[in-house]
């Protein structure tokens, strides 16, 4: 069947993807595993699983992969997969406009949330964390350039060589987040990052931070890019 969303998540204590895959007219998600190792994918059948799902984030802290039910009824629901069970947590504390974004912060322990609030692309979105464990929120006050989190556009992911965000947006460009001054900001050779174009969702944009490496990995549409925070520089390893 045709699939509209199939968001992935590592679950680094289980060493396996975990996908859930929202195919058109389905009741409801499939949740599936990959292990890299057999090259296999598998089939989970939870007793139930969410009505609808938004990115996934892996919190390694609980040992569980988050997601918030964009589609349906706002909640946040966590997935174990040793027990293969989704709990369904609470609802999330803002009005979501749009799909959020979801990255954990290996520092804090926690799961980040970046949610556009508002039709109007000026208005900045809204960044909040989360606590799986305990089921509460707090808002992150932010300051500086404006970050709008839009429908199939752009990307964020958590940089842990310098304990921030990084957002790639085509219109915005790239950004980073500072958790010690609460402030979005360009650095030098971020005004002239790579482009990458994004056209729409399923032409693909994904971002991810390689820990090997300590870079942040841009790819969309054949081109890959990866941005070095700490050294402030850009390389593209493939061209499309």
């Known amino acids: 069947p045709l699939v509209r969303a199939a968001p992935m998540a590592f679950d680094h204590e289980a060493g396996r993807v975990v996908l859930v895959a929202q195919a058109s007219g389905a009741v409801s998600p499939e949740t599936w595993t990959f292990d890299v190792c057999t090259n296999t994918w598998i089939q989970m059948h939870p007793r139930q699983e969410p009505n609808g799902v938004s990115q ?3 919190d390694a802290d609980s040992d569980l992969t988050v997601t918030a039910d964009f589609f349906g009824d706002r909640r946040v629901w966590a997935y174990d997969l040793e027990a293969n069970t989704w709990t369904s947590k609470g609802v999330v504390p803002m009005v979501l ?4 974004r979801l990255v954990y912060d290996s520092a804090t322990g926690l799961v980040l949330m970046q949610a ?3 039709e109007i692309e ?5 960044l909040w964390t989360y606590d799986v464990d305990s089921d509460t929120w707090a808002r992150v006050a932010q300051a500086g350039a404006a970050v709008q989190a839009r429908a199939h556009q752009g990307v964020l992911a958590y940089d842990a060589s ?3 965000l990084v957002s790639y947006e085509p219109l915005a460009g790239m950004q980073l987040f500072d ?5 979005w900001s360009w650095s030098g050779s971020a005004r002239v990052a790579p482009d990458v174009d994004f056209m729409w969702g399923p032409s693909g944009g994904e971002i991810a ?3 090997g490496t300590r870079r942040t990995v841009v790819f969309s549409r054949g081109r890959v890019i990866a941005y070095d925070a700490r050294a402030d520089r850009w390389e593209i390893l493939a061209d499309g």
Do not use: H, I, K, N
């Open 122 to 126: 000026s208005e900045p979105s809204e």
């Open 116 to 118: 556009a609030t508002s």
């Open 56 to 58: 996934l984030a892996y």
């Open 97 to 100: 406009t749009r799909q959020p």
């Open 179 to 183: 958790f010690r001054t609460g402030a």
């Open 162 to 164: 310098v304990d921030g």
């Open 209 to 211: 931070y390689e820990g």
